[in-house]
């Protein structure tokens, strides 16, 4: 069945530094791929999402790209600052099944 | 925030039990999911509606029923519960399928002794 494979599960940064979280996705039919943000004790929260007919999208700190050859995308910040800390998630939509297939989650920590 | 309300937010019960979990949207979204987060294995789909009286199985269904009477209303059921169904419930909504932002309630704690 559909699959999508998130790494790394956690991810310490300093403040100020990058960090990037990957993605890879079974479904060659999927075609819209948004990331989520969760607090904790909270839902996650759409911060950015990509559609297959691009390749790269940026919205201020945040990044995402999407390599469809290779069915794989990323998640770049940059500057990261403390409230960044959260677990982020992947996911993949629109392909066979019609519905989102989210990966496993990354914890990052920007340490101050 | 999208319009959705997770009831109760917190659950304590015993195994063997019954339980309902209750989501509410007032955006009126056509599609409504149930999701439960456990570590390790991120959000995974429990049972999700296409409209009133339209719901299928997501990959993790068994133990786990579902209804929506209503536009508005989508319950999730444990007709019988098991220590294993101790999790976090997130109900989440999207105007469609797969393919737009799915908007995700403050979740349901559930722990069954």
């Known amino acids: 069945g559909e699959n999508v494979e998130q790494h790394p599960s956690t991810l310490s940064v300093q403040e100020g530094d990058s960090a990037v979280i990957k993605c890879t996705y079974s479904d060659s039919a999927s075609n819209y791929f948004p990331w989520y943000k969760q607090e904790l004790g909270k839902g996650p929260q759409l911060i950015i999402d990509?559609?297959?007919?691009?390749g790269e999208k940026k919205d201020q700190r945040i990044a995402v790209t999407l390599n469809k050859t290779a069915k794989h995308f990323s998640l770049h910040i940059t500057e990261t600052q403390p409230e960044d800390s959260a677990v982020y998630f992947c996911a993949g939509g629109g392909g066979a099944t019609n519905k989102l297939i989210f990966g496993t989650g990354t914890l990052l920590a920007v340490q101050p | 925030d999208a319009g959705i309300t997770q009831s109760p937010r917190h659950k304590v019960t015993e195994t063997g039990t019954p339980v309902t979990l209750r989501c509410h949207q007032t955006?009126?979204?056509?599609?409504m999911y149930w999701y439960r987060q456990d570590p390790g294995h991120g959000l995974r789909l429990i049972h999700y509606?296409?409209?009133?009286?339209?719901?299928d199985k997501g990959e993790v269904s068994d133990g786990y029923s579902v209804s929506r009477s209503k536009t508005e209303d989508f319950l999730l059921t444990l007709e019988s519960a098991t220590s294993s169904q101790t999790s976090v419930y997130f109900c989440?909504?999207?105007?469609?399928?797969?393919?737009?932002?799915?908007?995700f309630g403050q979740g349901t704690r559930l722990t069954v002794v």
């Open positions: 955006e009126n979204h056509r599609y």
């Open positions: 509606s296409y409209g009133v009286k339209d719901t």
């Open positions: 990509i559609r297959s007919n691009v």
């Open positions: 989440a909504i999207s105007a469609s399928s797969g393919d737009t932002e799915a908007f």
